[in-house]
T-cell receptor
Framework: QQQVKQSPQSLIVQKGGISIINCAYE??????FPWYQQFPGKGPALLIA?????SEKKEGRFTISFNKSAKQFSLHIMDSQPGDSATYFC???????????FGSGTKLNVKP | KAGVTQTPRYLIKTRGQQVTLSCSPI?????VSWYQQTPGQGLQFLFE???????NKGNFPGRFSGRQFSNSRSEMNVSTLELGDSALYLC????????????FGSGTQLSVL
């Protein structure tokens, strides 16, 4: 059973547009929800993260929206740039088990 | 500070062979995790080591094994390779057990022919 479901699988956005990636989780015990960004030929790198006691976190053009009651969270990339073209993974972390559960990834392509 | 180093970057093997992948974590990091990345499946957790002890294990067959050395370096071994084992294998390190921040290496791309 997949603990974290991510959509869409791929996304094409025009430069300057808003990119939105959604994730849903099952386990209400998750403590921490990070997003990782992966460029071709590289490993994923932490982009932004949120804890479940906060509904939104913003860092520059990147924002996480978190809906605890719906068990959903999403990544919004404002003013998307071609340099944002990458694969994005959402994840959920259980501190007690020291275990991450990753979504299946979203390949974002920002057209110039 | 050097990042997580994985070797080799690419590997081509044939079915039935075995393979060993290596990971050197960031200096001072004691936890090393391994993930398998395939298109459409995302990152599947293999196992995690801390202070030379396996603390967590994912749902992979026993052909997948690993170990960690006293200097925190880790190796992953896959025996009796199958075509479906073709994937990018990623190693990630974190400073402590329970640390919520993972630092990934660039991975080893394994192709099984």
């Amino acid at each position: 059973q997949q603990q974290v479901k991510q959509s869409p699988q791929s996304l094409i956005v025009q430069k300057g547009g808003i990119s939105i990636i959604n994730c849903a989780y099952e386990n209400t015990a998750f403590d921490y929800f990070p997003w990782y960004q992966q460029f071709p030929g590289k490993g994923p790198a932490l982009l932004i993260a949120i804890r479940p006691d906060v509904s939104e976190k913003k860092e520059g053009r990147f924002t996480i929206s978190f809906n605890k009651s719906a068990k959903q969270f999403s990544l919004h990339i404002m003013d998307s740039q071609p340099g944002d073209s990458a694969t994005y993974f959402c994840a959920a972390f259980l501190y007690n088990f020291n275990k991450f559960y990753f979504g299946s990834g979203t390949k974002l392509n920002v057209k110039p | 500070k050097a990042g997580v180093t994985q070797t080799p970057r690419y590997l081509i093997k044939t079915r039935g062979q075995q393979v060993t992948l290596s990971c050197s974590p960031i200096s001072g990091h004691r936890s090393v995790s391994w993930y398998q990345q395939t298109p459409g499946q995302g990152l599947q957790f293999l196992f995690e080591y801390f202070s030379e002890t396996q603390r967590n294990k994912g749902n992979f067959p026993g052909r997948f094994s690993g170990r960690q050395f006293s200097n925190s370096r880790s190796e992953m071994n896959v025996s009796t390779l199958e075509l479906g084992d073709s994937a990018l294998y990623l190693c990630a390190s974190s400073s402590l057990a329970g640390d919520d921040r993972l630092f990934f290496g660039s991975g080893t791309q394994l192709s099984v022919l």
